[in-house]
């Protein structure tokens, strides 16, 4: 289990990183629509980066929860790095 955890923490942040790139230019992509803007990264602001970072992040946890069931910390511990993510975006910025 230990070897998987570890798998799966590197697959997650693959999968993050791609699609948060995604969502960097989805947004032009589609000619600025109005649905995709509250996912997508609108300007080149802290707030918007950090947008890029949450959804993927919170989609992949949905989906690694459905695999990490056996263990009874998993989204206290995935919540955490979530919340480390989110804050060291705009600590790193400023």
Same mark, same amino acid.
């Given at each position: 289990? %230990? %070897?998987?955890? *570890? @798998? !799966?923490? @590197?697959? *997650?942040?693959? +999968?993050?990183? =791609? =699609?948060?790139? @995604?969502? #960097? &230019?989805?947004?032009?992509?589609? *000619?600025?629509s109005i649905w995709v803007a /509250?996912?997508? *990264?609108?300007?080149?602001?802290? !707030?918007? #980066?950090?947008?890029?970072? &949450? &959804?993927?992040?919170?989609a992949f946890a949905v989906f690694?929860? &459905?695999?990490?069931?056996?263990?009874?910390?998993?989204?206290?511990? %995935? =919540?955490?790095?979530?919340? @480390?993510?989110?804050? =060291? +975006? /705009?600590? +790193?910025?400023?």
């Amino acid at each position: 289990m %230990k %070897k998987s955890v *570890g @798998l !799966w923490q @590197l697959w *997650g942040f693959v +999968i993050v990183s =791609l =699609l948060g790139t @995604l969502l #960097h &230019f989805l947004y032009e992509w589609t *000619g600025e629509s109005i649905w995709v803007a /509250p996912i997508s *990264g609108v300007n080149e602001s802290t !707030w918007e #980066h950090m947008k890029l970072f &949450f &959804f993927p992040a919170i989609a992949f946890a949905v989906f690694e929860s &459905f695999f990490m069931r056996e263990r009874r910390d998993y989204w206290c511990i %995935k =919540l955490r790095g979530i919340t @480390l993510g989110l804050t =060291l +975006i /705009p600590v +790193i910025y400023y």
